[in-house]
T-cell receptor, first 112, second 116 residues
């Protein structure tokens, strides 16, 4: 079955380190998204991509970057991790009909 | 811009009680509306959706009707179970011009706890 997977599922890192969260989907969806989930805020959009070599900033993009070198992957990089980036991160992709968005299982990141 | 406001929790119910979680939205154009559920330690799962006014989404005993006149999409279930304990998120997508294509705008989530 096609799916969307994230790794690592859990990570603890130190302030100032670079961290990359992987997202891989096997549906061949063009549209992919990264959200972060924080208590009291719901999910907020970090970055998104509509296809290979396309990346766009969401509402909370500061301190994050993404790259899209192929259709299947949209890795999220924290250039210099900060304690404010402790969160749960969700990757998502959107099917061609436009109305169903699939989520990965999440990556729990703690910055100490 | 597009936004979603949902009833804040937590909501605590006894098993077999009736559930309503209110959700209202602001959007230009004609958004699609969703309810997602997140069980403890897991990701988000699509619970139900509606893509046009007066549509009713339903799944696992949950229902929500897309009401354009009241800009609402309230989630209901007639008889909740302990296994329904989770966080529920209302979301919309694709309101119209100016909306980011395909992105979801989420409410803040409502924690539901059902006691036996």
């Amino acid at each position: 079955d096609a799916e969307i997977t994230q790794s690592p599922r859990h990570k603890i890192t130190e302030t100032g380190r670079q961290v990359t969260l992987a997202c891989h989907q096997t549906w061949n969806h063009n549209n992919m998204f990264w959200y972060r989930q924080d208590l009291g805020h719901g999910l907020r959009l970090i970055h998104y991509s509509y296809g290979v070599q396309d990346t766009n900033k969401g509402e909370v993009s500061d301190g994050y970057s993404v790259s899209r070198s192929n259709t299947e992957d949209l890795p999220l990089t924290l250039e210099s991790a900060a304690s404010s980036q402790t969160s749960v991160y969700f990757c998502a992709s959107r099917d061609s009909s436009g109305n169903t968005i699939y989520f990965g299982e999440g990556s729990w990141l703690t910055v100490v | 811009g597009d936004s979603v406001t949902q009833m804040e929790g937590p909501v605590t119910l006894s098993e077999e009680a009736f559930l309503t979680i209110n959700c209202t939205y602001t959007a230009t154009g004609y958004p699609s509306l969703f309810w997602y559920v997140q069980y403890p330690g897991e990701g988000l799962q699509l619970l139900l959706k509606a893509t046009k006014a007066d549509d009713k989404g339903s799944n696992k005993g949950f229902e929500a009707t897309y009401r354009k006149e009241t800009t609402s999409f309230h989630l209901e279930k007639g008889s909740v179970q302990v296994s329904d304990s989770a966080v529920y998120f209302c979301a919309l997508s694709g309101g119209g011009r100016g909306s980011t294509l395909g992105r979801l705008y989420f409410g803040r989530g409502t924690q539901l706890t059902v006691w036996p």
